[in-house]
C-alpha cells in the first residue's frame, strides 16, 4: 500500500511537469494486478483547441511486473 500510494504521487507530480500547459485536471490511479504485476492510468483534459468544442478527456495506462529486490547472496 505505501509503495502504491508513493507511486500514485510521483506519477501525479509526473504528469503535472510533463503535462504542464496542454493536459489539466490529471488523476492517476495505481493498481495491482495479481501478484506481480502493477498498472498505472493517468486521466486528465486536454488544451481546448477550438473555441465552443470541450476539451477532450484522455487516459493512457501503463503496466509491468512488479521489482523485487534481493540482496547478493555471499
Do not use: H, N
Not at 47 to 67: F, H, K, M, N, T
Amino acid at each position: 500500500p505505501d509503495a502504491l500510494a508513493a507511486a500514485r504521487t510521483r506519477g501525479a507530480a509526473y504528469a503535472t511537469t510533463v503535462g504542464r500547459g496542454v493536459l489539466f485536471d490529471t488523476q492517476v490511479v495505481v493498481v495491482t494486478v495479481g501478484a506481480d504485476q502493477v498498472r498505472a492510468t493517468v486521466t486528465g483534459r486536454a488544451l481546448q483547441v477550438v473555441p465552443g468544442i470541450p476539451a477532450p478527456r484522455v487516459d493512457e495506462s501503463v503496466q509491468g511486473p512488479v521489482e523485487i529486490f534481493r540482496p547478493d547472496v555471499p
